[in-house]
């Protein structure tokens, strides 16, 4: 698995939204969609808004492989179903952390239903 370069993970930690753009069963890209990403020690996380309901979702779950972006950060990534109850945590604490002042929307991130989206982003070689 590869890591992320700290100054690209640095990039994306730090913005406020992510453009996520998973494979399609052809392979080509699926028009972006903007969420909120998170990082925990040297990794990215993201959720389903929506849960399991959320078309990004489904997607990535489907294909593992996508497109991201924030900023001038670019990466192909790798999508892995994160069920680790300390991981998703810890992935909480994230959200309230980078989102807490959005009252209102941070909840339903950290809600179960939300947890049960959690996926961590890998950089592709």
Known sequence: MSTWTRDTLKH????????????DDDGSLRKPTTIW???????LYVRSWRGTRGAWW???????????????AEA???????SDPAVNDRVDDAYRAKYGHYSGYVETMISEQARATTLRLAPQP
């Open 76 to 82: 192909d990534v790798t999508f892995t179903a994160v």
């Open 58 to 72: 489904n997607t990535a779950q489907a294909s593992h492989t996508g497109h991201i972006s924030a900023g001038s």
């Open 12 to 23: 994306i930690a730090a913005a406020e939204e992510l453009h996520i753009a998973p494979r």
């Open 37 to 43: 990403v998170v990082r925990d020690r040297d990794e």
